[in-house]
């Protein structure tokens, strides 16, 4: 079965800082990847996933994930954080083979100082 | 654009009442699903359907029935509320392959006293 582990249960970055959310997962196939991102109160929004191809994927609000298939790890980043990014980040793996059943990781939050 | 709608937003139950959560998406997805959030357990599987007319366990199923009601709709159970299902629930829907993103609802908060 899959799992998804966010070793960072809380990170607290200065306004304008740069951004590393580490995730890594175990999936025994071509794994299916997503970063999602929930503000207090809200539901989930994708930032951006990973299917196939070019390892490096964009996604919204400046944010970017690598894909390394050797370390099992698909870490999010953004080179400038701004306040409005204080929330929590979920990674997740998808498999099924009808629609997209997701395993999450624990979670991520974010603080952000002025 | 609606999306994924879920209500309601907030209930609070008594041990061993039932309840029925509802969840409605527009957006024409063969498969939903129905996740709970905990503190520091991200969101974890209780149901899917995969398409209309089936419905599958997911991780955590125990307390939990669910109904696809039609392509829609998809709702969740609690036939006896247990405070161990004081949670945060969420609907999400998808396209039928693997490689589709889910879309979530806003989430019903559910406390079990």
């Known amino acids: 079965a899959q799992s998804v582990t966010q070793p960072d249960i809380h990170i607290t970055v200065s306004e304008g800082a740069s951004l590393e959310l580490r995730c890594n997962y175990s999936y025994g196939a071509t794994p299916y990847l997503f970063w999602y991102v929930q503000s207090p109160g809200q539901g989930l929004q994708l930032l951006l996933k990973y299917f196939s191809g070019d390892t490096l994927v964009q996604g919204i609000k400046g944010f970017e994930a690598e894909f390394k298939r050797s370390q099992s790890s698909f870490n999010l980043r953004k080179p400038s954080v701004h306040w409005s990014d204080a929330a929590e980040y979920f990674c997740?793996?998808?498999?099924?083979?009808?629609?997209?059943?997701?395993?999450f990781g624990g979670g991520t939050r974010v603080l952000v100082k002025p | 654009n609606a999306g994924v709608t879920q209500t309601p937003k907030f209930q609070v139950l008594k041990t061993g009442q039932s309840m029925t959560l509802q969840c409605a998406q527009d957006m024409n997805h063969n498969s939903m699903y129905w996740y709970r959030q905990d503190p520091g357990m991200g969101l974890r599987l209780i149901y899917y359907s995969a398409s209309e007319g089936t419905t599958d366990k997911g991780e955590v199923p125990n307390g939990y029935n669910v109904s696809r009601l039609n392509k829609r709709e998809f709702s969740l159970r609690l036939e006896s509320a247990a405070p161990s299902q004081t949670s945060v629930y969420f609907c999400?829907?998808?396209?039928?392959?693997?490689?589709?993103?889910?879309?979530f609802g806003q989430g019903t908060r559910l406390t079990v006293v």
């Open positions: 997740a793996v998808g498999a099924g083979a009808a629609g997209n059943k997701l395993t």
């Open positions: 999400a829907s998808s396209g039928w392959t693997s490689n589709t993103e889910a879309f």
